[in-house]
């Protein structure tokens, strides 16, 4: 089911409208297609405010998963394999994360942070930075500006609706996983710096063919796979708002058992094995 918005509309039009929107096409498929549980993609998740205004609308009373656990923890194991890729360590690395106090960028913090040397949390709000500092552990500052240009691994994780790094954003040999769609990092910038290595950072193997634009096949987004691994649990929850740090492990023992899991890196859906 899709709503007819770019992502540059659903950031821009009024967020009510949007909503709505959204809220109609979740009760269609709940009045239609019996549908019980609803995953969020792309950019719906933002403008609901994480799932949580929807999850409290009454005219739906199914249940509502963003997705985003299976995704931060996704986005670790592709950071962990990129690493292992390079022969780098944690401990001689500075990390920049951008979007750090969303609903992923937090919880990849809560996760990565203390393993590395320097970490810079990036966001636009310094009120949601302040609030950030006091759950992350770890050697780290927090920023409203773009610093990256200084980081080993960069992680960005918004709900921009444009490719936000730029060249000189970047450091020489720089390693980015790309977790926001749209993506952050655009791909001519990827063919004007061959010294920096791009990585997806949602992808997950599946082992069925969903026709969804830009996905390859043999992959499926680690949201979408969340969401069809809770059906297969039969788990009547909503996951919604900020990721719960149990759920997201009880997500990777989920991928495990049904297959859904990160085997190879990938470069806007490319597999990569020794880097670019």
């Known amino acids: 089911l899709a709503i007819k918005y770019t992502a540059k509309e659903l950031m821009d039009l009024p967020r009510e409208e949007i909503r709505q929107n959204i809220l109609d096409v979740v009760t269609f498929a709940q009045d239609n297609l019996n549908v ?58 500075t990390i920049s994360i951008v979007g750090a106090y969303g609903i992923i960028g937090e919880a990849v913090s809560k996760i990565l942070v203390p393993k590395f040397k320097n970490s810079i949390l990036i966001g636009r709000r310094k009120e949601k930075l302040n609030q950030l500092e006091k759950k992350i552990k770890g050697n780290f500052k927090t920023t409203v500006s773009m610093e990256t240009k200084k980081s080993d691994i960069i992680i960005t994780a918004t709900s921009h609706p444009t490719a936000l790094l730029r060249s000189e954003d970047l450091k020489k040999n720089a390693i980015i996983i790309d977790v926001s769609q749209p993506t952050n990092l655009s791909y001519d910038i990827c063919f004007e710096r061959r010294d920096i290595n791009r990585f997806d950072g949602g992808y997950v193997d599946f082992p069925y063919y969903l026709p969804i634009p830009t996905v390859p096949k043999g992959k ?57």
């Open 220 to 276: 499926l987004f680690s949201c979408i796979a969340e969401a069809i691994m809770q059906a297969a649990e039969n788990e009547k929850k909503n996951y919604v708002g900020s990721i719960d740090m149990k759920h997201l492990q009880k997500t990777k023992i989920w991928g495990k058992k049904y297959g859904f899991v990160l085997n190879e890196l990938t470069n806007f859906g490319k597999p990569v094995k020794n880097g670019r």
């Open 36 to 93: 019980e549980l609803v995953q969020l993609g792309a950019l719906t998740t933002s403008v609901t405010d994480g799932g949580i205004w929807l999850s409290k609308q009454k005219d739906y009373s199914g249940y509502i998963n963003h997705g985003d656990s299976y995704t931060a923890a996704i986005t670790c194991d592709t950071v962990d394999k990129a690493i292992r890729l390079f022969k780098k360590n944690y401990s001689n690395l």
